[in-house]
């Protein structure tokens, strides 16, 4: 019985003997780049090289470095040169993760379930030429329906995982770190030394602002002094 017949699929059965392994193999990579515009550009040119395609790019910038996220598809049999080709612009490597999948079965399993909806799809085709009556016609057109669609379902999973199988997947993140970066931490003392530096520079300043402020400040309390004399002896004379 078919799945569309109303009857759960049987269960997944082992690959029959000598069938060739399905594998999906995907990496992660991150490392630091000496020169990042440099590396770029020669990563890109091995993607190219594979015959694979950057999938996705996310370049971002910090205080303290700059990073390139790519998602890269390239050809499973030309993964292991790819990354070999990629690290040698590493000068750290944070990380290096490679994943293998072994989708035989399932590979399998779907081919024989595309294979049997073909065939059930092919005897319903003659029931619907044998069928006598509407009601007939319209039972089986439902059924019909019903295992192409499945059949759709199927045929498109087997092709994702053909893909998944032929392609190979590399997140690969690489950065390069700034001056700021790259300087040390200063000692406890140093930091210190470094604040008396810029408050004894800030007082200079100060002192040297009120120098330049100083013949204004002696003119505006002169005036003032002139001001309050008048004004007390205005009130003076008026008394």
């Given at each position: 019985?078919?799945?569309g ?13 000598g ?17 990042f515009?440099?590396s ?11 015959g ?33 080709t ?33 065939a ?7 029931l619907l030429?044998?069928?006598?009556t ?20 199927q045929e498109?999973e087997?092709r994702e ?15 390069q770190?700034t001056e700021?970066?790259?300087?040390p ?13 810029a408050?004894?520079?800030l007082?200079t ?6 120098f ?10 002169g005036l ?7 004004r ?5 004379n008026r008394?």
């Open positions: 019985m078919e799945e017949d109303g009857l759960p699929a049987p269960a997944p059965q082992p690959p029959p003997p069938t060739p392994r399905q594998i999906i193999r995907n990496a992660d990579l991150r490392f630091r780049v000496a020169e515009k440099t770029g550009q020669r990563i890109e040119a091995a993607v190219k090289t594979t694979g395609m950057i999938a996705r790019a996310n370049e971002t910038r910090s205080d303290d470095r700059i990073e390139n996220e790519l998602t890269i598809r390239v050809p499973a049999p030309k993964l292991d040169w790819f990354l070999a990629a690290l040698k612009e590493s000068i750290f490597t944070d990380t290096k993760t490679i994943t293998s999948e072994d989708v035989t079965r399932r590979y399998v399993d779907l081919q024989a379930r595309v294979r049997s909806k073909q059930a799809e092919e005897r319903y085709l003659q030429k044998q069928a006598k509407v009601e007939d016609v319209l039972k089986v057109q439902q059924q019909l329906d019903q295992i192409r669609e499945e059949r759709e379902v498109t087997l995982l053909k893909t998944d199988v032929a392609m190979s997947t590399v997140n690969l993140s690489y950065y770190q700021r970066a790259r300087q931490d200063e000692p406890f003392f140093a930091q210190i030394l470094d604040n008396l530096g408050g004894y520079g007082l300043w100060a002192l040297l602002g009120i330049y402020l100083l013949p204004l400040l002696l003119v505006g309390g003032l002094w002139l001001l309050l004399r008048w007390r002896k205005w009130r003076a008394a």
